[in-house]
Nanobody, 125 residues
């Protein structure tokens, strides 16, 4: 079992930067690939970024490529999402997810085994 707790969300203005974190506890963090998704009420959960267990492979949604960076610190059992040049359309609840598939960096939410409770990011224009 893995517990995931997101933090760092908040309210910012367009163009600002924000970093959200996801702390994992339970089984060995380094055995999991990790991802960030986001969701707006009434819409499906949307893939944002993913990172392999070692951090050597990352993948991003086209909508955030060049603005967001996913990283991880296995010694701290934490994955990060650095968000720059934020836009109002980035407003959502951001969720981290973990998968046993250590090299998986895809966008299919069904491939992820554990989920956090989410942290709200609001970007005003």
């Amino acid at each position: 079992q893995v517990q995931l707790v997101e933090s760092g969300g908040g309210m910012v203005q367009a163009g600002d930067s924000l970093r959200v974190s996801c702390a994992a506890s339970g089984r060995t963090f380094g055995n999991y690939a990790m991802a960030w998704f986001r969701q707006v009420p009434g819409k499906e959960r949307e893939f944002v970024a993913a990172i392999s267990w070692s951090g050597s492979t990352t993948d991003y949604a086209d909508s955030v490529k060049g603005r967001f960076t996913i990283s991880r610190d296995n010694a701290k059992n934490t994955v990060y999402l650095q968000m720059n040049s934020l836009k109002p359309e980035d407003t959502a609840s951001y969720y981290c997810a973990a998968t046993f598939r250590t090299h998986y960096t895809g966008s299919d939410p069904r491939k992820y085994d554990y989920w956090g409770q989410g942290t709200q990011v609001t970007v005003s224009s």
